[in-house]
């Protein structure tokens, strides 16, 4: 009986329910946005509905490029950080942070090339964000439990 009930200590337990509440409430927002998108159903025959205009080379080259200076320029370390340390808020901040390239990366493009270029860049630095502030937090969070989990070890008797 004092085995069971040095198992289930207050401190344990409530150790237990932090740890599972603190990782539920990280993973639901950070992969809600993952998700694939709902197939579109194709239109029929006999539609009357114009068919949307084809996407031009060039803007998949601009968009192209700018995910490549993201992806060469941009350093999420700072985020991993704050997901580790904070948690799901280093995780809000990240969604809610859109990045910004540089003014030099945009200095020759016109104006419809350059809002391309801005929002290409902005998504994919954005989502490295997010991705290093869960990953951050997802590791932080496997130490924690890990950590609790040797030290009641070590109390028990």
Not at 31 to 45: D, G, H, L, M, R
Not at 129 to 157: C, E, H, L, Q, R
């Amino acid at each position: 009986m004092d085995r069971k009930r040095a198992f289930w200590s207050t401190t344990r337990f409530t150790h237990l329910a932090a740890a599972l509440l603190m990782s539920a409430a990280s993973v639901a927002p950070a992969f809600a946005q993952s998700a694939p998108p709902a197939p579109v159903p194709a239109p029929a025959a006999d539609s009357t509905r114009a068919a949307p205009a084809p996407v031009s080379a060039a803007r998949n080259a601009g968009c192209a490029e700018a995910e490549r200076d993201a992806d060469s320029q941009h350093d999420p370390l700072l985020y991993g950080i704050l997901g580790a340390v904070t948690g799901p808020i280093g995780v809000g901040l990240a969604l809610s942070n859109r990045p910004q390239p540089s003014t030099a990366a945009m200095a020759g493009l016109s104006p419809e090339a350059s809002v391309e270029y801005t929002r290409c860049y902005g998504t994919r630095a954005r989502r490295k964000n997010v991705k290093a502030a869960a990953n951050g937090f997802a590791i932080s969070a496997i130490v924690a439990v890990t950590a609790i989990f040797y030290m009641d070890s070590k109390t028990a008797p």
